[in-house]
C-alpha cells in the first residue's frame, strides 16, 4: 500500500519514519535500505516499508506474515492492502503529518521566544 504526502517536509524522510517506531535494515545482497516495525518479540510479523520517493514523499507498506520460504525466492506471505495494512497506513499517515505541523510550530516558536524544555514536552506555553 502507497502513502503519499502532497506536502514537502522540512525533515528528513527517514527521521520521520523513525519516529513512527520503524528501524532501518539492510538489505545484504541488494544493498537496500528499508524500515520494519515488528509486531511481537520475534521477526514475523512485522510491517515492512520502503521509502520510494522524497518529494513528494512516498512510502511503500506491506505486512511480512513469515520469512522466505525457500532460498534464493523473495517471495514471503505479504499482506498489501489488508485492515490491518490500511490501518497503520492511517498510523503513519497521521504521525508524519503531526510531526510535520509540530517541526512547523517549533520552527515559529524560535523566530520569537524560546520555549522551555518542560513546555515543549507538555505542550505548554511560558
Not at 34 to 61: A, G, K, W
Amino acid at each position: 500500500m502507497k502513502v503519499i504526502f502532497n506536502k514537502k517536509f522540512n525533515l528528513h524522510a527517514d527521521f520521520l519514519v523513525r519516529r513512527c517506531g520503524y528501524g532501518q535494515i539492510k538489505d545484504n545482497k541488494t544493498g537496500q535500505i528499508s524500515y520494519v516495525r515488528r509486531l511481537r518479540s520475534d521477526f514475523y510479523p512485522r510491517f515492512h516499508l520502503y521509502i520510494n520517493s522524497e518529494d513528494p514523499l512516498i512510502l511503500n507498506l506491506h505486512l511480512d506474515q513469515k520469512k522466505a520460504s525457500y532460498e534464493g525466492y523473495t517471495a514471503h506471505g505479504g499482506d498489501y492492502d489488508s485492515e490491518i495494512v490500511k490501518q497503520e497506513a492511517q498510523r503513519i499517515y497521521n504521525s508524519i503529518i503531526r510531526e510535520g505541523k509540530e517541526g512547523e510550530e517549533e520552527k515559529e516558536g524560535k523566530e520569537g521566544e524560546e520555549k522551555g524544555f518542560w513546555a515543549k514536552l507538555f505542550g505548554k506555553k511560558d
